[in-house]
């Protein structure tokens, strides 16, 4: 899994992950980690897929015709949803460590004095007759996670604006799980008016798009409070961006963008995760300050406001 951290601004980021074919963290996106029957979970995803290929469709329509006005304003609805959150939505789901088949396999409640002497060993228990896949899935998920990034942020940045961004987003997405999943009776209600009911429809992507998010966050949480974090400097980011001077243009600019672009730094998405980020920022100095959301990877606050000496986050 590759993740990369592009600077918007001075205090503003957009943080970008895909992953490597042969990554077996890729899996982990679809695992289901409630106890729902198998049935159900294959029916939510093929419902998912399902949803993305309509929408997809709808985006082939000719220029001008009701399919297309409404493909692109749905679009226009979804690049506000905060670039954090397609970010955490990318990230694999944290699965349930495989569980000990037998005693000998748990740790021993009373060690020798020898092995109370030795390092600890914060490795992953391996459990002999667990299922092989889940086992690799779970180590895979203790193997450390190298972040890249332009020389001009620091690591210590890195991995505090990472721990900060889990440990905000994490208790958020699961707030608004719970209360996009309370309104759903009530835009169910919209169906006794002329059309199709978009207002459920929205309502019911919002809950898997908070619910997805809240796992992405709690993943990253796992691997920031467990030290996993390796952030490194990626040449070829620092040459992309090497003609923005961000003390004289505040916002990142639309050539630098797409040189990252062309350097196929990120996945395929890169270039539309950069650029709604980046209108992101925009609007957010136009409106001013707003509240915790107003800039992507920000504090809060518009760019105009913090102190360009520095870019200590929330």
């Not at 985006?59 to 690049?79: M, P, Q």
């Not at 730094?265 to 992101?280: A, I, K, N, V």
Request: glycine share 6%; charged share 20%.
């Amino acid at each position: 899994m590759r993740i990369i951290v592009v600077p918007i601004t001075k205090t503003a980021r957009v943080y970008s992950a895909h992953f490597h074919p042969a990554s077996n963290l890729k899996e982990a996106t679809r695992l289901p980690v409630s106890r729902l029957p198998p049935r159900v979970v294959d029916l939510s995803h093929r419902a998912v897929d399902f949803t993305i290929r309509q929408w997809d469709e709808l985006g082939s329509a000719r220029e001008g015709t009701w399919a297309r006005r409404f493909y692109d304003f749905g679009n226009s609805v979804l690049d506000r949803i905060h670039a954090e959150e397609w970010f955490l939505k990318e990230l694999p789901i944290l699965p349930t460590p495989p569980t000990p088949s037998s005693p000998s396999s748990l740790p021993s409640s009373s060690p020798s004095s020898a092995a109370a002497a030795a390092p600890q060993d914060t490795r992953p228990a391996s459990h002999s007759h667990a299922d092989p896949a889940q086992q690799r899935l779970w180590e895979a998920f203790h193997e450390p996670l190298t972040v890249f990034h332009p020389a001009r942020l620091s690591t210590s940045q890195i991995q505090h604006e990472l721990e900060t961004l889990a440990n905000r987003r994490t208790p958020y997405h699961q707030r608004l799980f719970i209360l996009s999943t309370l309104l759903v009776p009530v835009s169910c209600l919209a169906t006794i008016l002329p059309g199709p009911n978009v207002f459920l429809a929205y309502n019911l992507f919002r809950v898997y798009s908070h619910w997805r998010a809240y796992q992405g966050a709690r993943t990253l949480q796992h691997w920031t409070r467990n030290g996993l974090i390796r952030p490194k400097v990626d040449p070829r980011l620092d040459e992309a961006m090497a003609s923005w001077n961000w003390d004289r243009v505040e916002v990142v600019e639309p050539q630098v963008i797409d040189r990252i672009v062309r350097a196929e730094l990120g996945g395929l998405t890169l270039d539309r995760e950069l650029e709604r980020g980046r209108h992101q920022v925009l609007r957010a100095i136009e409106a001013g300050p707003r509240g915790p959301q107003s800039e992507p990877g920000g504090s809060g606050k518009s760019p105009q406001q913090h102190d360009h000496g520095g870019t200590k986050p929330e």
